[in-house]
């Protein structure tokens, strides 16, 4: 069965450091999310990607996000210069079409200290 | 911004009764609507959906149930079985939202045997 996979599972990094959260969605599917759950609170959206461009993006998704789709089975999340409170699990997820059953992956727990 | 809410954050229920978990909803906009299943440092798993021109869906032993006058959904999980054990998640998506899903804040249930 296919499944959206993400690496690493868990990415420890300091305060003020980039770093790049990578995902391969399901192959058929052209919709791409990244979401976030940080510990003990519910999962938040945070962008949907179509097409090679942005479609939507939350309050939380600032400048210092950016997504990628750099080869045809990629999809990663970079995080510019992370803070403290960016800590959480990251989540991918793929679907076609959007807005219905989205797939998402194991996660990636991102430690900023 | 409480657009989804389940206000029972946990649910205890004996095996091979029936889990009935509620979600509520504030947005009139969303026209899908999703169950997930969540264990600890895992993804959201894919359960069970329903779009808004009905009012219930059934596969296997999951059923969800949708008034839309009351903006109100529930899965039903007949029978129950400790494996069911998880955190439950109800979420809705709009049409002309770029497919986002919008998270309530999770059942936790426990099925004992």
């Known amino acids: 069965e296919p499944e959206v996979t993400q690496t690493p599972s868990h990415q420890v990094t300091q305060m003020g450091q980039e770093v790049i959260l990578r995902c391969v969605p399901i192959s058929n599917h052209l919709y791409f999310y990244w979401y976030r759950q940080i510990l003990g609170q519910k999962v938040e959206f945070l962008v949907s990607?179509?097409?090679?461009?942005?479609?939507?993006k939350s309050e939380i998704f600032d400048d210092q996000f950016s997504v990628e789709r750099p080869d045809g089975s990629n999809f990663t999340l970079k995080i510019r210069s992370t803070k403290l409170e960016d800590s959480a699990m990251y989540f991918c997820?793929?679907?076609?079409?959007?807005?219905?059953?989205?797939?998402f992956g194991p996660g990636t727990r991102l430690t900023v200290t | 911004d409480q657009q989804v809410k389940q206000n029972s954050p946990s649910l205890s229920v004996q095996e091979g009764r029936i889990s009935i978990l509620n979600c509520d909803y504030t947005n009139s906009m969303f026209d899908y609507f999703l169950w997930y299943k969540k264990y600890p440092a895992e993804g959201p798993t894919f359960l069970i959906s329903?779009?808004?021109?009905?009012d219930k869906n059934e596969d296997g032993r999951f059923t969800v149930f949708l008034n839309k006058s009351a903006k109100h959904l529930s899965l039903h999980i007949v029978p129950s079985q400790p494996g069911d054990s998880a955190v439950y998640f109800c979420?809705?998506?709009?049409?002309?939202?770029?497919?986002?899903?919008?998270f309530g804040q999770g059942t936790e249930l426990s099925v004992k045997p």
């Open positions: 997820a793929s679907s076609d079409p959007p807005g219905h059953e989205q797939y």
């Open positions: 990607f179509y097409n090679n461009e942005i479609s939507e």
């Open positions: 979420a809705a998506s709009a049409y002309n939202q770029g497919g986002k899903l919008i």
């Open positions: 329903i779009s808004s021109i009905k």
